[in-house]
């Protein structure tokens, strides 16, 4: 039976390794993940691969669009120089090498597509290829999608009505119930400062989970500890962070409290 509340890594464990890499992704799972956030763009020739900014110039050795550049001059740069530990040479993944990580160690996905400043079809199509191998793969049980543009959740819902949406927000939304079900969404995706307890007796009344999300300095005045304390306590479903082996043991000295076991 499956721990709840599950911890995603965010980017992977990018607290430890260079974010959004398949290092990332496995150190996660290694540390006790349930499985990991990853953000997708699209080549220029068309390869989805994960990568959180539209530029390579922050995570790579490299400058330029990520929609500029074939998967193969990608494949060239180093994603994993400049990050603690010895992660030089580390590859830009592709979408369907995650998949396999996915399969091969029974992880739950949660695939942001960043097109919150972008509403042009690229990122319409992005995601519906996206979902599509979802569901070739038969893995729609195991990843959901999210995106701080609701509208492209709400579109991506109309054309594969079997994939699982969930809606980003940093702050309250009103009436949260009315609201998801314009979208037809599954879940909410808040950051750790729109977890209240209105969030959450809304979000349980209309049956949507909870995946929550921790904040950087300075969006929170609190450690990313404390945050991931307060979610556990607070009941979400989900508990995306960048430090997932701390959430796992949080997770179970919680668990411990509750059981009435010292730890």
């Known amino acids: 039976m499956t721990a709840s509340p599950l911890i995603l890594g965010h980017r992977g464990a990018m607290a430890y390794a260079p974010e959004n890499t398949l290092e990332a992704f496995e150190l996660g799972a290694d540390q ?17 691969v994960a990568i ?22 990608l494949r060239r740069l180093d994603f994993g120089t400049g990050n603690a530990g010895d992660y030089a040479g580390a590859l830009i993944p592709t979408l369907d090498e995650i998949f396999d990580l996915v399969e091969r160690r029974s992880l739950v996905l949660n695939i942001e597509v960043k097109d919150i400043y972008r509403h042009d079809a690229t ?16 893995l729609n049980e195991q990843v959901f999608f999210s995106s701080f543009n609701h509208t492209s959740m709400a579109q991506l819902k109309i054309s594969h009505p079997d994939v699982r949406t969930g809606l980003l927000h940093m702050m309250s939304l009103h009436e949260i119930g009315h609201y998801a079900a314009t979208t037809q969404a599954d879940a909410i995706h808040p950051a750790q400062l729109a977890v209240t307890p209105e969030t959450m007796e809304q979000a349980r ?56 076991v010292l730890v």
């Open 52 to 73: 959180h900014d539209d530029t390579i110039d922050r995570t790579s050795n490299g400058t330029g669009r990520v929609s500029e550049l074939t998967f193969a001059e």
């Open 123 to 138: 990122y319409g199509e992005l995601a519906r290829r996206a979902a599509d191998e979802v569901l070739r793969r038969g």
């Open 205 to 260: 009344a209309a049956n949507l989970r909870v995946n929550a999300w921790t904040m950087p300095a300075p969006f929170s005045s609190l450690s990313e500890t404390e945050q991931i304390e307060q979610l556990i306590a607070a009941g979400v479903d989900s508990i995306i962070t960048n430090i997932p082996d701390v959430a796992v043991a949080q997770r179970a000295a919680a668990a411990a409290l509750s059981a009435g």
């Open 32 to 48: 006790g993940a349930d499985g990991m956030e990853i953000d997708i763009h699209a080549t220029k020739d068309g390869v989805i």
